[in-house]
């Protein structure tokens, strides 16, 4: 193998490896600002748009205070402003590893994300969380 041969497939592990490091950079960007401008403080941040309409709680509410927790290293307030976030972040973490993983090993990017019964069942979880957050016996749930 020459010189050349080695540099090109180095070159091309690192252009493989700018999409997840631009996801890596992007997300860190959101938890510092999330972290410095508290989303608990108002007129930060605009309000969940489905809460103003409804009264309502969507899956997503709370998940700015769940960031803006974990930025300042409390885990419990963050599971108290939207467990499933938190839940959440060990499988993106993992996909993103994975993706990590094959862009250094200049495997071909998947198409999927996961086996459409993973897809379906995620689905069914998040209109499950939403209902019984917003049910009597489900408060806990709420932010």
Known sequence: MSIATT????AARL?????????AGATGAV???VGMVDP?????YPTCPFLALTHLYCPGCGTLRTIH?????DPATALGMNPLAVAMMPFLLFWWGRWVVRAWQGRPRR??????AWLWAFLAIVVVYW???NLPFGAFLAP
């Open 7 to 10: 540099e090109w497939r180095g």
């Open 15 to 23: 252009k493989g490896l700018l999409a997840p490091l631009g996801v």
């Open 31 to 33: 938890f510092a600002f």
């Open 40 to 44: 608990n403080q108002p007129g930060h």
């Open 69 to 73: 927790a974990l930025a300042h290293l």
């Open 111 to 116: 198409t999927t994300l996961a086996h459409p």
């Open 131 to 133: 209902v019984v957050r």
